[in-house]
C-alpha cells in the first residue's frame, strides 16, 4: 500500500480514488469517522471541525461527525471516510525549532491519504507533531487563550486537503489554496485560505450526483 502525503513544503502524493457516489434520492451526507485524537481538546476538535465545514459550505454536502468505534451499525452515509491522528494533538509544550535549511525546516509530512493501486482510499492520516511545529511560531506569538483554536484551524486545512483527495480521487494539486501541495506556516494560520473556485464546483457536482440530480 502506497501513501499519499501533504508535506510542509513538499509533497509527494499518490493518487486517484474512484469514491465513486452512491446514485438516488438520498440526501448526500458524508461520513466522516474520526480516530483517537491524543490529547485534542473539544476546543481544538471543535476548532477543527469548524474550519471543514466553513471550507465545505457552499457545496451542498452535508457533514456527519462520528467517532470510529462509536457506529451502531444503523447509520446511513452515501460517501463514509476515516480520518485517523498520529503525535500529540494539543497546544501544550509547543517549542519553535530552527533549521539549518530555512525558517521552516525540512519537507514535514502533515497529513496524508492511504491508496492502493494507484486509486485513493477513503482513510486518511494527520500527523498532529508536524502541524503543531509547523504553526508552532504563530501559535506562541497568541494568547494562551487563542492557541488552541489555531492549531484547530490549522488541523482542519489539513483534514480539508486529504478529505478532497479522497472524496474527489484527485492526486494532482492546485497552485494555492487549500489543496495547493505545500501549505506553509502562513497558509495554515492565517485568518482564511480557501479552496478554488473549480474546486468548489467540483465538490457540487459530487454532492449533486449523491442527491441523484442530473447536472446542467
Ligand atoms: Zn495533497
Not at 75 to 82: A, F, G, I, K, R
Request: overall charge neutral; aromatic content about 6%.
Amino acid at each position: 500500500m502506497a501513501l499519499s502525503r501533504i508535506a510542509l513544503l513538499s509533497l509527494a502524493l499518490a493518487s486517484v480514488a474512484s469514491a465513486e457516489p452512491v446514485i438516488g434520492s438520498l440526501r448526500p451526507s458524508i461520513g466522516l469517522y474520526l480516530g483517537p485524537a491524543p490529547g485534542m481538546s473539544p476546543l481544538v476538535q471543535s476548532a477543527m471541525r469548524a474550519e471543514v465545514e466553513a471550507l465545505l459550505d457552499s457545496t451542498g454536502l452535508l457533514l456527519d461527525w462520528r467517532l470510529l468505534g462509536t457506529q451502531t451499525g444503523t447509520e446511513v452515509h452515501t460517501n463514509l471516510y476515516v480520518i485517523r491522528f498520529r503525535g500529540h494533538c494539543h497546544t501544550r509544550d509547543l517549542r519553535v525549532l530552527y533549521s539549518e535549511l530555512g525558517p521552516y525546516g525540512d519537507p514535514t509530512i502533515l497529513g496524508l491519504s492511504h491508496t492502493s493501486d494507484n486509486n485513493i482510499l477513503p482513510f486518511g492520516q494527520i500527523d498532529c507533531d508536524n502541524v503543531r511545529r509547523s504553526i508552532a511560531a504563530a501559535a506562541l506569538s497568541r494568547e494562551e487563550s487563542q492557541r488552541e483554536a489555531v492549531l484547530g484551524r490549522a488541523l482542519g486545512r489539513v483534514f480539508a486537503h486529504e478529505l478532497f483527495h479522497m472524496m474527489t480521487g484527485r492526486s494532482g494539486h492546485s497552485r494555492k489554496g487549500v489543496f495547493k501541495a505545500s501549505q506553509r506556516r502562513e497558509d495554515l494560520t492565517s485568518a482564511r485560505l480557501e479552496f478554488e473556485t473549480g474546486e468548489l464546483e467540483e465538490l457540487r457536482q459530487l454532492a449533486r450526483r449523491i442527491a441523484g440530480h442530473k447536472q446542467n
